[in-house]
């Protein structure tokens, strides 16, 4: 259907600073939650994910937070590059059917 | 990771024809996948699930006999939007649910842009 006025929240950073894209979920019940990257006209790139029964994952460059009490997810990315600038979404799933439930997006845009 | 490929990319089709878009996983065998679509500016928003060899189950509001799902093989799926009409154009994206339990992810596919005139 129609969606008037939808805007997707956006994060502007210097390149070489750090980022923290935050999410808040929906299900207390979600036993583990993904991080993904899309670019312009590109389907989502997985970045990172992590168990509800941990409370920090690291990669490389990005960190996952999760913090289930208030039901808050966050992505932290260091040094940003021009190359991180794209819409990050977090997704919470179920292991029982592998539903991925999308948030609604953040856009992360790196000033060079 | 994981490898998607969607076919075609992107489609431009008259409104009240049909049109079929390709999923497959090129590097391995999956018995569940998911079909996406995604408005400008939105979230991805789940239409169906479908498993090798069963009927796909969709998703409060997605019409069943709009958007056919079959799920040839544990490489291919197929969409068919039928009878499509402008408010139909979006972008769709499938995906391939790997592994099960704790190291279970999604991997997405490149997508296909609709734009029913």
């Known amino acids: 259907g129609e969606s008037v006025g939808l805007h997707l929240p956006t994060l502007s950073v210097q390149e070489g600073d750090n980022s923290i894209i935050n999410c808040a979920y929906s299900?207390?019940?979600?036993?583990?939650f993904i991080w993904y990257k899309q670019e312009s006209g590109k389907g989502p790139q997985f970045i990172i994910d992590?168990?509800?029964?941990?409370d920090k994952r690291q990669g490389q460059r990005v960190t996952v937070l999760l913090n289930k009490t208030v039901k808050h997810l966050s992505l932290q990315i260091a040094a940003t590059q021009p190359g991180d600038s794209a819409v990050y979404f977090c997704?919470?799933?179920?292991?029982?059917?592998?539903?991925?439930?999308f948030g609604q997006g953040t856009e992360l845009s790196v000033k060079p | 990771g994981a490898v998607v490929s969607q076919h075609p990319s992107r489609v431009i089709c008259k409104s009240g024809t049909s049109v079929k878009i390709e999923c497959r996983s090129l590097?391995?065998?999956?018995?569940?996948m998911f079909w996406y679509r995604q408005f400008p500016k939105q979230s991805l928003m789940l239409m169906a699930t479908?498993?090798?060899?069963?009927?796909?189950?969709?998703e409060q509001g997605v019409e069943k006999d709009k958007f056919l799902i079959n799920h040839a093989s544990l490489t291919l799926s197929t969409l068919t939007v039928t009878s499509a009409h402008p408010e139909d154009s979006s972008f769709y994206i499938c995906?391939?649910?790997?592994?099960?339990?704790?190291?279970?992810?999604?991997?997405f596919g490149p997508g296909t842009r609709l734009l029913v005139l």
């Open positions: 992590i168990r509800s029964n941990m």
């Open positions: 997704a919470e799933g179920l292991n029982q059917g592998g539903k991925l439930i």
């Open positions: 479908s498993n090798e060899g069963s009927k796909a189950t969709y």
């Open positions: 299900n207390s019940a979600s036993d583990y």
């Open positions: 590097d391995f065998q999956a018995t569940t």
């Open positions: 995906s391939y649910r790997k592994g099960q339990g704790p190291g279970e992810t999604q991997y």
